[in-house]
């Protein structure tokens, strides 16, 4: 690890934007710990046709989004840091590999997080997010953003405690008391990391490279849709391959490429474009977290459904099942739809319509096999990939036009 020569981590005007091959590294452990997700989830809802497993929305559902969350902060969070500092600098890699562990032991422990490691995943993401602001506390030295980190490690702590003594309580107590955790650093993100005596921060002056932190955003997005392919190829590669499961994971493929397609038409391939042009491109980076955070959110549960489908693709519905096959695509056309607004400042009219369209779906689609939910999912998709293609045929691309 170098140095750069600097007396604190900060980033030279003009530096080089693109991630670092840390930085590339550090995301493999989140093609890992994306499957980990997935496996907790279908062990909760894989049932032999007529089974019940007790899975609800309120409990395993939401017990898999909290770790996946946490997932998601970690991340987000060294995102934001090798975006505002100078990520070739030695304590900013040390920052990196320090995350890329917790991030692994987190992963590991991620099934078994709500009963028997429960303790692991609990320090090893503390660990982590104490350790990043702690790190570049004494980094900086002088530097005026040093106020901001004390603020940021005050708070990692408080809610540090929420997630030890969580580890300690029973599942929906620890459950409860981990979301409380989220929801507390969530709106200290929000709120400019506000602390008692030392003020609080403003997003729009915070200075951030937006050419990487955008490019970080499609990494992930890349790295989620990576996830839906790997686990569909393991769920199909078990066998046996016949024609029903082979019907699945041809529709897992093609569900998959549609997905890559609406999210880079345009919007995916200028992002960049839009956070530079923005007033406040922290703002706007920012912004695009949240949006990502959605298409993520229903990149997992489409992964998660297809799963199912390949495995049980003519057995009985199960409500659970069509949620996630339908609601996953939905939730990531709603994210898209953010997206769109946020680099373009409007939102073409076939996303919300083909969200609008599963939703209606869904009724009917309880009452037919997972395979036919699935091709239903994968056809509407197609629709809107169609929609983009016509509408950009024959134009000049269009540039960004960032409304926040």
């Known amino acids: ?114 009963t028997s490691a429960g303790l692991t995943f609990a320090v090893a993401y503390v660990v982590t ?11 900086l030295r002088s530097h005026e953003y040093r106020r901001l980190k004390l603020r940021m490690l005050l708070t990692y702590c408080a809610t540090g405690v929420l997630w030890l003594t969580g580890a300690f309580l029973p599942p929906t107590a620890r459950g409860v008391c981990w979301a409380l955790a989220l929801l ?23 200075d951030v490279a937006g050419e990487h932190l955008a490019e970080r955003y499609q990494q992930f997005f890349l790295v989620a849709l990576g996830e839906t392919i790997l686990v569909s190829g393991l769920a199909y590669s078990t066998g046996p391959f016949d024609p029903a499961r082979t019907g699945a994971f041809a529709v897992a493929l093609v569900t998959s490429v549609l997905l890559w397609r609406i999210y880079v038409q345009r919007a995916g391939q200028i992002l960049a474009e839009a956070v530079m042009r923005s007033r406040h491109p922290s703002v706007t980076g920012r912004s695009a977290a949240d949006t990502h955070l ?82 239903a999912a994968m056809v509407v998709l197609g629709a809107v990939a169609a929609a983009d293609a016509r509408r950009a045929r024959g134009r000049p691309p269009e540039p960004a036009a960032p409304p926040l």
């Open 1 to 114: 690890m170098t140095g750069g020569g600097q007396a604190a981590p900060l980033r030279r005007t003009g530096s080089a934007q693109g991630a670092t091959f840390l930085e590339l590294f550090f995301d493999l452990v989140y093609v890992f710990a994306l499957t980990r997700i997935s496996f907790r989830a279908f062990e909760d809802l894989s049932l032999e046709p007529g089974g019940t497993s007790g899975w609800s929305p309120v409990t395993g559902g939401v017990k898999t989004l909290l770790l996946l969350l946490a997932l998601w902060t970690i991340w987000q969070g060294v995102a934001w840091t090798t975006s505002r500092y100078d990520p070739h600098h030695g304590w900013l890699q040390l920052v990196v590999i320090v995350a890329l562990i917790g991030s692994m032991v987190m992963g590991v422990a991620i099934p078994r997080a709500f």
């Open 129 to 139: 997010q104490v350790f990043r602001p702690g790190l570049l506390l004494v980094a």
């Open 184 to 206: 507390a650093e969530y709106l200290a993100v929000r709120f400019g990391w506000p602390v008692p005596g030392l003020g609080r921060s403003t997003a729009s002056r915070w």
């Open 294 to 375: 959605v298409m993520v959110v229903g990149l997992v549960g489409t992964a998660i459904g297809y799963e199912l489908t390949i495995e049980h693709p003519l057995a009985a519905p199960e409500a659970a099942w069509v949620v996630l096959v339908v609601g996953g695509p939905v939730l990531f056309l709603l994210g898209r739809t953010r997206f769109e607004y946020e680099v373009f400042g409007r939102v073409s009219p076939s996303r919300w319509i083909a969200a609008a369209s599963l939703v209606v779906l869904f009724p009917l689609l309880l009452h037919v096999v997972p395979l036919v939910s699935a091709v």
